[in-house]
């Protein structure tokens, strides 16, 4: 049996590389991992977690005004930029260090600098230094793609998002996916003008075209612009530090930032995997098999790098699985059907399972049951948002292929909701079941 430094060498430490770093180690594998930024990967260092802590700083500016009236004395109120910031990032930090010590406690050796895949079994670190692994497993997650129109070093990622010296006046958001409108929505409500530019006239694709077109609707009324079949021309750099963007289809805008969110593209660049024999697809993602295998057998990838599902809840399954799987003698495949996703905009969008669209073209013909409603904290604040809950069923027996819904807390509604669409329950199941009364989420088992 060939002799290795690592029965397990690992590039990128964020949620899949993490987890199937420990898992392994666990299994009594000797573990190192590569990463070349801070542990926690994407979604805690530069993602999901601070973007949903700027999230709830968000929510402040309609709770506060809706306070009053529910008799509360509230003053003007101030908000600044840099405090939310500053405690955003501090929790960031206290995250890189407990996913760095959860790694320490199980054993994984951590080497903090950029790792390339140099053969089959052979990885180069920054440093020079060559080490050999049985298995190699590649983490590395993807990066916001930036539009390679004239100018564009002038505009931001979601990368550097959460570093803004102040918040900008006038913000112009490119893309129409959960990022763009999460943004959207979260510096619209900070005070920001924003407009929002698309190539298309759609937003949120793959969503259910109901809710979107709802959260459209509320996002207009709260005052958000949105410019549809439009690309850009190019950005310029005033004098005075704004910057000035022309687009097709419509006049040029002022603004103060302008903020790629336009897809993700898989971090494979400078790897060296396709000089190792690794395949990749037209989009650099590392193609593998059910396994998480790529075309040579002693590599393999999770995550985002390999574009099946970009969620980080999907890259933990994968990692798990992959460890396990591996170095555990328990081979477990991860179930890709009905995983719930969200949206965190203002309002936020959630759903599991199939669209309307998506099950009539399987079925031919569905049952589609709405509850179309205006919260009762809606009612009394004296705001006209209303929320949307949709299932949808197959047409004879009435299992539930899909639910959906928009308005206050839905991603928290949805997700015990979703173990009843993955565990295939029929509409009489919800029926039947007794509403939590007064609620919002007695809106799924009243649904017409």
């Known amino acids: 049996m060939a002799q290795f430094d690592y029965d397990l060498f690992v590039i990128g430490a964020g949620s899949g590389g993490v987890r199937a770093s420990r898992v392994a180690a666990a299994h009594g594998a000797k573990v190192a991992v590569a990463e070349e930024y801070r542990v926690g990967g994407t979604c805690v260092i530069r993602g999901c977690v601070p973007k949903k802590l700027l999230i709830y700083g968000a929510h402040f500016a309609e709770d506060l005004h809706d306070a009053r009236r529910f008799g509360w004395d509230v003053p003007e109120c101030s908000f600044d930029w840099t405090v939310l910031r500053d405690n955003v990032l501090a929790e960031v930090d206290r995250l890189n260090k407990a996913y760095t010590s959860t790694l320490d406690s199980h054993g994984v050796e951590v080497l903090l600098e950029r790792a390339t895949v140099s053969g089959p079994n052979e990885v180069t670190l920054a440093s020079g230094r060559k ?24 505009g931001i990622t979601s990368n550097e998002v959460f570093h803004l010296d102040h918040l900008p006046g006038r913000v112009l958001i490119a893309g129409a996916g959960y990022i763009a409108n999460e943004f959207a929505g979260i510096f619209n409500e900070l005070g920001s ?36 079949h439009a690309e850009f021309k190019g950005i310029e750099k005033q004098a005075d530090g704004s910057l000035k963007v022309g687009m097709t289809g419509h006049d040029d805008i002022e603004v103060d930032l302008v903020l790629f969110a336009t ?12 000089e190792a024999g690794v395949t990749l697809d037209d ?53 890709y059907g009905c995983i719930p996703a969200a949206v965190f905009s203002h309002p936020p969008i959630a759903g599991v399972g199939m669209t309307e669209s998506q099950a009539k073209q399987k079925y031919g013909s ?24 949709k299932m949808i069923c197959e047409p004879n027996s009435g299992k539930v292929l899909g639910l959906h819904m928009i308005g206050p807390d839905s991603p928290e509604i949805l997700q015990a909701a979703a173990v009843a669409v993955k565990a295939g329950l029929h509409k009489d199941a919800f029926d039947q079941t007794v509403a939590l009364h007064p609620s919002m989420a007695e809106e799924l088992v009243l649904m017409k």
Do not use: W
Request: charged share 25%; net charge positive.
């Open 131 to 154: 080490v050999s692994a049985g298995k190699i497993l590649i983490a590395t997650g993807a990066r916001p793609a930036v539009p390679q129109c004239p100018g564009h070093e002038h």
């Open 193 to 228: 003008k924003v407009t929002l530019i698309n190539r298309s006239d759609v937003i949120l694709r793959g969503y259910d075209e109901q809710i979107r077109d709802r959260l459209l609707q509320i996002s207009m009324t709260k005052g958000i612009d949105f410019r549809f």
């Open 263 to 274: 897809g993700r593209v898989p971090n494979t660049e400078g790897l060296g995997l396709a």
């Open 283 to 335: 989009k650099g993602a590392v193609v593998v098999g059910d396994d998480n295998r790529s075309s040579v057998d002693s590599i393999f990838a999770v995550g985002d790098v390999t574009n099946r599902v970009q969620l980080t809840p999907v890259a933990i399954r994968e990692g798990q699985a992959f460890a396990d799987s591996e170095f555990g003698d328990k081979p477990t495949l991860v179930d």
């Open 366 to 389: 569905v049952k589609v049951y709405t509850s179309d409603f205006r919260p009762m904290k809606n009612v009394l604040a004296g705001r006209n948002e209303r929320a949307l809950y």
